[in-house]
T-cell receptor, first 115, second 113 residues
Framework: QKEVEQNSGPLSVPEGAIASLNCTYSDRGSQSFFWYRQYSGKSPELIMF????GDKEDGRFTAQLNKASQYVSLLIRDSQPSDSATYLC???????????????FGQGTILTVHP | DAGVIQSPRHEVTEMGQEVTLRCKPISGHDYLFWYRQTMMRGLELLIY????????DSGMPEDRFSAKMPNASFSTLKIQPSEPRDSAVYFCASSIGTFGEAFFGQGTRLTVV
């Protein structure tokens, strides 16, 4: 089992719709979770992080975390063509409550928002 | 701050040559990471440092790869000898603390012919 798994997509949504991106992780002790956006030919850019169970909202983005189910999601409301990119889920694994300090990434989900 | 700075941005080299990639992390960040990204394998962690000390190099593919961090503001990733399968984009990233988010440099696109 991969440490961090994402559906590679592509996920295609119409402009103005909600895009839902999902991620599961295998390390139950993981403490922090991140979503990065990567445009073609560019470096990953942090857009959201979440540490606690529940929802965290930032503008059009909402991150959802369910540690019991080892599941993280990212919702993008009112999707725009400029949101078209690869979205990478990253997890900070740990042991016994001590973080390793590193990030493990999923393969990424390609999102296409069409006008 | 200028962010994480990597050089060169592009490198084309012949098989068997030595390649050195360079990284300057964000000032004050105590973690530095080297990642490699390919279409097939995605973003893989090669090695990371905490306070200039290598913590985990289990992702380094083989002995041809080596990394150093002589001080808090500079790190290198060296491949010797290089092979065509090393062609990829190499990213350096830095962060603060064990839970901090990582900030990426612009990457070095390496092509080994």
């Amino acid at each position: 089992q991969k440490e961090v798994e994402q559906n590679s997509g592509p996920l295609s949504v119409p402009e103005g719709a909600i895009a839902s991106l999902n991620c599961t992780y295998s390390d139950r002790g993981s403490q922090s979770f991140f979503w990065y956006r990567q445009y073609s030919g560019k470096s990953p850019e942090l857009i959201m992080f979440i540490y606690s169970n529940g929802d965290k909202e930032d503008g059009r983005f909402t991150a959802q975390l369910n540690k019991a189910s080892q599941y993280v999601s990212l919702l993008i409301r009112d999707s725009q063509p400029s949101d078209s990119a690869t979205y990478l889920c990253a997890v900070n694994p740990s042991r016994g409550g001590t973080s390793y300090g590193k990030l493990t990434f999923g393969q990424g989900t390609i999102l296409t928002v069409h006008p | 701050d200028a962010g994480v700075i990597q050089s060169p941005r592009h490198e084309v080299t012949e098989m068997g040559q030595e390649v050195t990639l360079r990284c300057k992390p964000i000032s004050g960040h105590d973690y530095l990471f080297w990642y490699r990204q390919t279409m097939m394998r995605g973003l893989e962690l090669l090695i990371y440092f905490n306070n200039n000390v290598p913590i985990d190099d289990s992702g380094m593919p083989e002995d041809r790869f080596s990394a150093k961090m002589p001080n808090a503001s500079f790190s290198t990733l060296k491949i010797q000898p290089s092979e065509p399968r090393d062609s990829a984009v190499y990213f350096c990233a830095s962060s603060i603390g064990t839970f901090g988010e990582a900030f990426f440099g612009q990457g070095t696109r390496l092509t080994v012919v």
